[in-house]
């Protein structure tokens, strides 16, 4: 699962997969006011993260959809878009997305509708199709 300008949530599966299962795992994607790591990676492929609070919840409008957000205070930039959201234990609790010209952290409960409703074929490096 990533993320690009044109689209919040994309989802880039092998043609040949390893096992069936869904691109992101649906724990429970709770976080209200405890501790998250982000970890993404930066356009050169180095590894960047953040570690901080999270505030709750709140809404953002993304072009005609609105989602639901983590409040997190992880610094501005483009380095953390597709990355994810951990709680400290290790568990995905949500994506860093687009959202018109900014970053928001969504739960991953989000990003499966915005899958759905943004449905793209995007080919994998060894030229398998979602």
């Not at 919040?8 to 299962?21: D, Q, T």
């Not at 995905?92 to 499966?112: K, T, Y």
Request: with cysteine; hydrophobic share 45%.
């Amino acid at each position: 699962v990533t993320t690009r300008a044109d689209r919040p949530a994309v989802a880039i599966v092998s043609a040949i997969p390893l096992e069936p299962r869904s691109p992101l795992s649906l724990d429970s994607d709770s976080v209200r006011r405890d501790w998250v790591i982000v970890v993404a990676r930066d356009q050169v492929e180095r590894v960047v993260s953040w570690s901080g609070m999270s505030g709750g919840r709140s809404s953002a409008a993304c072009g005609p959809r609105v989602v639901e957000k983590y409040v997190l205070g992880i610094p501005p930039g483009r380095d953390f878009a597709g990355g994810g959201v951990f709680d400290l234990a290790g568990r995905l609790r949500g994506m860093v997305i687009h959202c018109g010209d900014a970053l928001v952290a969504v739960p991953a409960s989000e990003v499966m509708r915005l899958m759905a409703d943004t449905l793209a074929i995007v080919p994998d490096s060894a030229g398998g199709a979602q």
